[in-house]
Structures are given as structure tokens and as C-alpha cells.
């Protein structure tokens, strides 16, 4: 069975750019979410989506958003990108979401931004 | 308002002893818990879970405890090996409501298993 599959693994950015992350999830799973990792913050909830609606979204600018595709595959872009959001990008795949089924990481995007 | 705190950076220990990784949570409204082992620049292996009904989970070498009138958890690995050496996160999640997604995590501690 493949595992979470994120595209691209590095990617480098001018800062105004903007860049489109995706995210294959485990096949048969439905929820798909998306977390920014950086040394200063941690592992950050970015949103999260289930059957192609987003259910859940975390304290970031609207600069970040997403999206969910019918066979479940995941995008998000970011904006006008700036140096801070130089960080790895993860998504997570879950059966029926977290909370209730336990969810599996990509390998990450690693983005920077110049 | 760090809700998932692991208060210990690091933790070292020899190879095939046991390692103890402690993680506590203030949100009395987690009701779900995971252990994730994590290596620079990848993305998080998922190694267990546990859920608030249960107060503890084993797979294999790792054993998690759920102490819920305390709020704390804890990852046990038996023996330790030098490839579990890696940083580990708690991560606990809430099911359903506004909360559908989200993973807390904590800070993660570095574990080294020496040879």
C-alpha cells in the first residue's frame, strides 16, 4: 500500500511568488490536513480537508490556502510568498480524520523562500 | 498557549535499556493520542495511539500509558536500540467539532540510544 506522497521535495521561491504545494494521500483515506514546520514555531495546524470540504483552518494568513480534489488528492498555495514561510510543509493523511484514525505524514516539501 | 508540552529536550540512554519519553497536555478535551518519531528535514513516522477510553497500548517494543486524571502520557521503548535514536513527538487531537484535522503537538524531545 503507497504511503503519502508530497510533490515537489524542495522547491525555492522569490519572495511575491507564489508556489502550489500537493499532496497524494493513502488511497481509501479521506482526510487530508496540512502542517508548517519551522525550528521557531514547531509542527503548525495549517487546515484540513474531508471529501473535498475544508473543515478545519488554523491561525494562518489568507495568504495560505487549499484545497481537495474528488479522488481525495490535496493542493495548497501560498501567496505573495515572504522569507517567513521558508519552512517544510507536511501533510497528513487519516482514514476518517484525527480524533478518530490515527494519520500518516508525507515526507515533506521543503520550501525556501529568497 | 502550549497545550502538548514535552519537557524534556533530550534523553539519553544505552542500547538495550529502556527509554521513557513523557509528554503532558492541558486541553481536558483531548480525547486521542500519538507518538511520532521524526528524523531532520522528513516527515513524521506514525509508531502508536492511544485513545481516552484506554490507559495504555502496546505494539511491539513500544508501550504507550494514558494517566488522564493527570493529563500525562508516556512512550516506552523496550530495549532501546541506536536506530531509535531520532526526535519523538506526542501529538494529541480532539475528535470532531471545530477541532476535525488538527494534531497538537508538543515540542519534541531528542532521544539518543548509545551502542
Known amino acids: 500500500k503507497a504511503g503519502v506522497t508530497q510533490t515537489p521535495r524542495y522547491l525555492i521561491k522569490t519572495r511575491g511568488q507564489q508556489v502550489t504545494l500537493s499532496c497524494s494521500p493513502i488511497s481509501g483515506h479521506r482526510s487530508v490536513s496540512w502542517y508548517q514546520q519551522t525550528p521557531g514555531q514547531g509542527l503548525q495546524f495549517l487546515f484540513e480537508y474531508f471529501s473535498e470540504t475544508q473543515r478545519n483552518k488554523g491561525n494562518f494568513p489568507g495568504r495560505f490556502s487549499g484545497r481537495q480534489f474528488s479522488n481525495s488528492r490535496s493542493e495548497m498555495n501560498v501567496s505573495t510568498l515572504e522569507l517567513g514561510d521558508s519552512a517544510l510543509y507536511l501533510c497528513?493523511?487519516?482514514?476518517?480524520?484525527?480524533?478518530?484514525?490515527?494519520?500518516?505524514f508525507g515526507q515533506g516539501t521543503r520550501l525556501t523562500v529568497v | 498557549d502550549q497545550q502538548v508540552k514535552q519537557n524534556s529536550p533530550s534523553l539519553s540512554v544505552q542500547e538495550g535499556r529502556i527509554s521513557i519519553l513523557n509528554c503532558d497536555y492541558t486541553n481536558s478535551m483531548f480525547d486521542y493520542f500519538l507518538w511520532y518519531k521524526k528524523y531532520p528535514a522528513e516527515g513524521p513516522t506514525f509508531l502508536i495511539s492511544i485513545s481516552s477510553i484506554k490507559d495504555k497500548n502496546e505494539d511491539g517494543r513500544f508501550t504507550v500509558f494514558l494517566n488522564k486524571s493527570a493529563k500525562h502520557l508516556s512512550l516506552h521503548i523496550v530495549p532501546s536500540q541506536p536506530g531509535d535514536s531520532a526526535v519523538y513527538f506526542c501529538a494529541a487531537s480532539v475528535a470532531g467539532g471545530t477541532s476535525y484535522g488538527k494534531l497538537t503537538f508538543g515540542q519534541g524531545t531528542i532521544l539518543t540510544v548509545h551502542p
Open positions: 497528513a493523511s487519516s482514514l476518517l480524520g484525527t480524533g478518530y484514525t490515527e494519520a500518516f
